[in-house]
């Protein structure tokens, strides 16, 4: 007996980034059952005040949210991890919560999700990788999946170089314990580094299954936009204390395509970029109506 499709709940836990925002919704909203967005909307991961953008009004308009998907919670909180888990956890309620009795005719059954999706702001999916992610963690069913994302920077018109892995796809019965990584105590990683291992043991050792990049990838913007959009993000995000000093006038100021490892807190990561025209992006990149400073035409 075949199983049903699977039900994906998308997870959001963001600050600001409007226009990126809209952008990544639109992206995922027909291929998700339903939205959470976690924010600690006026403060930062420190918990310091910060001036907040129009996030908040953006969601509670239902601009983006024709069909009622979207979930909003204003948290105070401090941890990213955390934030996402508190989402998850109003996603997918435990048992004695949802044990009650029926209100009234329009009461319907609460339904958990099979997969919460990961997703940041500054994060877009393109349709067909949507569906090709889903068919494929619907095969096994495994705790936590890995999805690798090609990444930009100043504009989308700039590629980084190689792909980064990251959890994207997360059981509803599993947890974060750090930003978006899963919990694999040093023993099993080392056994899962041991040669010519059969796949299925290596994957319950690690225990996430790395999705292939001709599967799904995604499209991560975390550096696209204006300074303005990277001032604010180096100063509120969760790696501001590992960004060096004076990046943002020693390297995004003066960056051209010939710099080389220009990453602001692990410079190796972003080893070099390279220019695409619009025409080589996809179409939930190019036919987005951006404002000035993210992509050149």
Known sequence: MSRLPLRVHAIYSVLDDAPLFRASVRS???????????????????????????????????ELDPQHKIELAVVNETNEARSRNRAMDLAAPRS?????????????????PDYFLIVDADEIYEAEALTRLKAYAARCRRPFYRVACIRYFKRWNYRIDGLEWMVALVRADRRLPYLRL???????????RVPRLPDGI???????????????VFHHGSYVGPRRR?????????????????????VW??????????????????????RVDATALPAEIVE??????????
Do not use: C, M
Not at 28 to 57: C, K, M, N, Q, S
Not at 182 to 192: E, I, K, L, P
Not at 242 to 250: F, K, Q
């Open 202 to 216: 290596r994957i319950a050792l690690r225990g996430f299954e790395d999705v292939p990049p001709e599967v799904a």
């Open 253 to 274: 100021d003066t960056w051209t395509p010939d710099r080389r490892d220009f990453n602001p807190a692990y410079p190796t990561l972003f080893s070099r970029a390279e």
């Open 96 to 112: 004695e919560s949802l044990r009650v009795r029926q209100q009234h005719q329009s009461d319907t059954p609460h339904e958990i």
């Open 230 to 250: 990277i001032k604010a993000k180096l100063e509120s995000f969760g790696h501001s204390a590992e960004v060096a000093p004076g990046w943002l006038e020693d």
């Open 182 to 192: 899963r919990r694999t105590n040093v023993v099993r990683r080392a056994a899962a």
């Open 28 to 62: 995922i909203y027909d291929h998700v059952d339903g939205i959470t967005v976690i924010t600690t909307h006026d403060r930062d991961w420190h918990g310091r005040p910060r001036d907040a953008d129009e996030l908040v009004a953006l969601i509670l308009s239902r």
């Open 288 to 297: 987005h109506a951006w404002p000035a400073g993210y992509l050149d035409s």
